[in-house]
């Protein structure tokens, strides 16, 4: 069982700032990517950002130069620094790990996610 626990929502002001962290816990063999994505009411879920177990990154557009993703491979810890945070931020934000697994004698590799938290940005 694989476990993905994010923290650090809540409401911010236009302009402000938040810190995400989500930690993966379990009976993982390795983390291969970790990401965030978001569901506002109304829309789908959408990649935010995602990061390789070799730091390699991702963002999308609406969130670049303004998000910074990091990740804590000793903790199996992704965070998600927001800052000038806008209202258009409002959503439900999701953590991601893309796990490999031990099932028996092999590996298996599986999308874990977390249960969400919402970020809320008043204008």
């Known amino acids: 069982q694989v476990q993905v626990v994010e923290s650090g929502g809540g409401l911010v002001q236009a302009g402000g700032s938040l810190r995400l962290s989500c930690a993966a816990s379990?009976?993982?063999?390795?983390?291969?990517?970790m990401g965030w994505y978001r569901q506002a009411p109304g829309k789908q879920r959408e990649l935010v950002a995602a990061i390789t177990g070799d730091s390699s990154t991702n963002y999308a557009d609406s969130v670049k130069g303004r998000f910074t993703i990091s990740r804590d491979n000793a903790k199996n810890t992704v965070y998600l620094q927001m800052n000038s945070l806008k209202p258009e931020d409002t959503a439900v934000y999701y953590c991601?790990?893309?796990?490999?697994?031990?099932?028996?004698?092999?590996?298996?590799?599986?999308?874990?996610w977390g249960q969400g938290t919402q970020v809320t940005v008043s204008s």
């Open positions: 379990g009976s993982i063999f390795s983390i291969n990517a």
């Open positions: 991601n790990a893309d796990c490999t697994v031990v099932v028996g004698q092999k590996t298996r590799q599986y999308d874990y």
